[in-house]
Structures are given as C-alpha cells and as structure tokens.
C-alpha cells in the first residue's frame, strides 16, 4: 500500500510541476477581471496532473484495481474526451453546446460498454425498482449531473479538492466495509493524487506564487470518476450499496447544484447562469473566511455521506433512507435560499460603470 501511495503522490506531482510550466507557456491559464477575484494569472492545470497519475497507474500498475475491472478502458475514454474538451474551455472558454454533447458522448461510451444504471434498489419497499431500457437515459442525466455539480464546487481554494477528497474517503469506507479492499485503495489513491494539487491550489509548504487551479477539466474528470465508482459500487453482481446511499455520498454538491438551479431558474435564467450565489459565496458573504468555508463544506460533506453509510450498515430500509435524504434535501433548500436572501450579492447592484464594481467588506472566491 505505502509504494503505491508514494508512486502516485510522485506521478501527481511531477505531472502538475510539467503540466503548470506548459500552462503559462500556452496560456491556459485563468485571468482576474469580473467574478474572479484572485490576483495574476493563475494555470490551469489541476486536472491534468490528476488525469495524468491515473492514466500512469493503469499502464505501468495494470495490476491496481480497479484497472483490473472490465469496464475500466471505456472510464478511460470517457475521461480522456472531459479533459481535452475541459482544457480547451479553459483556454478558449466554450460555448454549452460542445461542452454538453461531450459530457452526453462520455456517457454514452460507458453505456455501451454495458455499463449504467439499472435499478434504484427497494426504494419502493420490498419491490427493486428496475430501470430497463431507461437507466440508459437516466445515466445521461447522472452524468450531467455528477460532472456539474463538482464544477460548481470549484469556487474558493481548496475547496473541490476537499470536498471531492472526502466523497473519495466515503467511497473508500463503503468499499471497505463490503471487503472491496482493492476499489477501496483505488479510493484512497484518488485523494493522494489530489494532494499535491491542494498543497499547490491553498500554498501548503510550496510558495503562492506556485498557485494552480483545479480548471473544467479537473472538475469534470473528478465529476465523471464520482460517478464511475458510485456505478460500480451500487449496481450488477458485484454491488457493495445501495443506489440511496450513494446519494448521501454525493448529497452535498448534488443539493447545491439543484437549488442554485431552480433559484436561476425562478429568476427566468438559464440554469447555467453564473453568478455568486452557491453556497460557498454565501457563506463567504456571511462573513467566513475561504479557510473557515472549505472547513464547513469538507465537513458538511463528510457528515452527510457518514450518515448514509450508517444507514445503510444499520440496515435501514432503502425506502426510508430515501424519505430521510430528502428532508434532509429539503431543510437545505429552504435554509439555503434563507441565507441567500439575507446575504444578497450586493456586487450586482454595483454593475453601472461610474460606480464601484467590487464592495471591499466582501470576501471573494478565486473562480
């Protein structure tokens, strides 16, 4: 275990020192000017660095799981087309079309390879409620969704990789507690190659002039394995969850992208609307420190999964543990929209250019 650790920790940092050096040569990089607020010009390169470590495992380590899993080289694929299509929005910012077909196309590589959703489990009591020839179809969807829920995550430093690290860690105790030892070291190796990406993205030991950023690309290739490990652990033979919990796993992320979504969509946006009212910059404008915000979202995350992976060791009906999610859902949505509405946005009030674009007593996210 400790050599696989140490060579992956390796390969994640040499391929972000590379992969950064690269960047301000090309210029995939991401500029201050509008929402972000950060100073110069920071890479983009998190994501790749990421991307890099599991490609290096799978063809110098095959013996690693999950490499060994028959549905490992479409995952592969998949998160080869995220990354190229994520650096070039990176570096040329574009358009949702392409961005979206991408994300369909990766989830269509899997499904053919026999690989998707095809039951809910006895969410409905003693009866499992199969999808058929709809998980295809519900797969998509899961895959918009897992992808963008951990890009909008990617607001303040260090917060996707932290919040992503302990869904890893969740994952990792779900495996564990199956006796899936190997997948469950497959997820402790996804929150080691994070690491030097964090010590890099919050100045941890490395100077702050080395800053990088996680990038589309890395929240998309970490959005897409979310999903990829939560299908392997909670469908076929080989099933080590319920298809419930793996929503606890996710709740986090997953409750924020739905409620800023509506909250848009309320407001006759598109859902795709950028603006600064996820969860992290509200809890910023009301008064947190970005430190104090990852903290509380890390934990949030942490608490929420933890509670699914009780459930499901307490053998709670899958019924319940569903009831029980979305309370949980909606006590978030309605405290959310609260907090928001006592903690507006005032920057948008501000968009005239004779007066001033940037109230100072806000704290403000790097993205």
Known sequence: ???????????????????????????????????????????????????????????????????????????????????????????????????????????????????????????????????GPIGYLVTLFATWAAINAFNMVDGVDGLLGSVASATFAALMVAFMLAGAHTRAMWCLLMIVALIPYLMFNMGWIVSKRLKVFMGDAGSMVIGFTMLWLIILGTQGDDAVMAPVSALWLIALPL???????????????SPFHPDRDHLHHILMRSGLTGRQTVGVMTLLTATFAGIGIVLSQFGTPEWLSLVAFLVLFSGYFVTNNRLQKRNPDLRKKHNSPHKITVNGDLPASNR
Do not use: N
Not at 255 to 269: A, S
């Open 255 to 269: 409750m924020d992208m739905v409620t800023i979504m509506v909250r848009r969509i309320r407001r006759g946006q």
């Open 1 to 131: 275990m400790s050599k696989e650790i140490i060579i992956m920790f390796s390969t994640a940092m040499t391929f972000l020192l590379l992969a950064r050096l690269v960047a301000l040569k090309c210029g995939l990089v991401d500029k201050p000017g509008g929402r972000k607020q950060h100073k110069g010009e920071i890479p983009l390169v998190g994501g790749i660095s990421f991307y890099c470590a599991i490609v290096m495992f799978y063809l110098f380590w095959p013996e690693v799981l999950p490499h060994t899993e028959a549905h490992f080289l479409p995952y592969l694929l998949s998160i080869s087309l995220l990354l190229f299509v994520g650096i070039a929005d990176d570096r040329f910012d574009l358009p949702v079309v392409p961005r979206v077909f991408i994300q369909a196309l990766s989830a269509v590589i899997i499904m053919v390879d026999g690989f998707y959703l095809q039951t809910f489990g006895k969410v409905l009591g003693q009866y499992e409620l199969l999808l």
